[in-house]
């Protein structure tokens, strides 16, 4: 059973609006949050964190929000831009250091349209 | 050179053929991954070394053998296996730190199993 839920395979953004991807998770022990972003024939990047002590962190156009009570995340890119334009993976990690290694979601694909 | 890197980059094989993997990271972590990303699968946490011992084996198949013989370096040898093998298989690295798990992917090495 996956612990980790990315509902929408891909999603489709005017360039310059909003785009917000979202994920589920099913784990109480996880307490740290990623977003990994993907181009075709590269490993995924790392783009934003956060820590299940808060429910919000900024970083230029991206911003992650948590709900513990919902288990949900999202990832907001505002606004949109064509280089976005990328597979996003979101991942939880259940504490322990790196040691644990990370649960990823199956990932979105973001389209951001001219 | 800086960052995680992989080779080779592309890998066709036979089943009856031994291979292997290899990855380096000079980012000075002390804890290295392999993941697994098979086709509209999520990625998937194969072996953790952590201060160069292995901590998680996430019950993989034994013609998967990993090793890391230092905390730069960290090899996946690879025996009889299968066409279902075939998949992007990714190394990682990261700092074990307790509430730090940002984790660095290598480009990947995609393995074609004939």
């Known amino acids: 059973d996956q612990q980790v839920k990315q509902n929408s395979p891909s999603l489709s953004v005017q360039e310059g609006r909003i785009s917000i991807l979202n994920c589920d998770y099913t784990?109480?022990?996880?307490?740290?949050f990623l977003w990994y972003k993907k181009y075709p024939a590269e490993g995924p990047t790392f783009l934003i964190s956060i820590s299940s002590i808060k429910d919000k962190n900024e970083d230029g156009r991206f911003t992650v929000f948590l709900n513990k009570s919902a288990k949900h995340l999202s990832l907001h890119i505002v606004p949109s831009q064509p280089g976005d334009s990328a597979v996003y993976f979101c991942?939880?990690?259940?504490?322990?250091?790196?040691?644990?290694?990370?649960?990823f979601g199956k990932g979105t694909h973001l389209i951001i349209q001219p | 050179e800086t960052g995680v890197t992989q080779t080779p980059r592309h890998l066709v094989m036979g089943m009856t053929n031994k291979k292997s993997l290899k990855c380096e990271q000079h980012?000075?972590?002390?804890?290295m991954y392999w993941y697994k990303q098979s086709a509209k699968k999520p990625l998937e946490l194969m072996f953790v070394y952590s201060l160069e011992e292995r901590v998680e084996n996430n019950s993989v198949p034994s013609r998967f053998s990993p090793e890391c013989p230092n905390s730069s370096h960290l090899f996946l040898h690879l025996h009889t296996l299968q066409p279902e093998d075939s998949a992007l298989y990714l190394c990682?690295?990261?700092?074990?730190?307790?509430?730090?798990?940002?984790?660095?992917f290598g480009q990947g090495t995609r393995l074609t199993v004939v």
């Open positions: 784990n109480s022990m996880f307490d740290y």
């Open positions: 991942a939880a990690s259940a504490g322990g250091g790196g040691a644990d290694g990370l649960t």
């Open positions: 980012l000075g972590h002390n804890a």
């Open positions: 990682a690295s990261s700092q074990w730190t307790p509430g730090v798990t940002e984790a660095f």
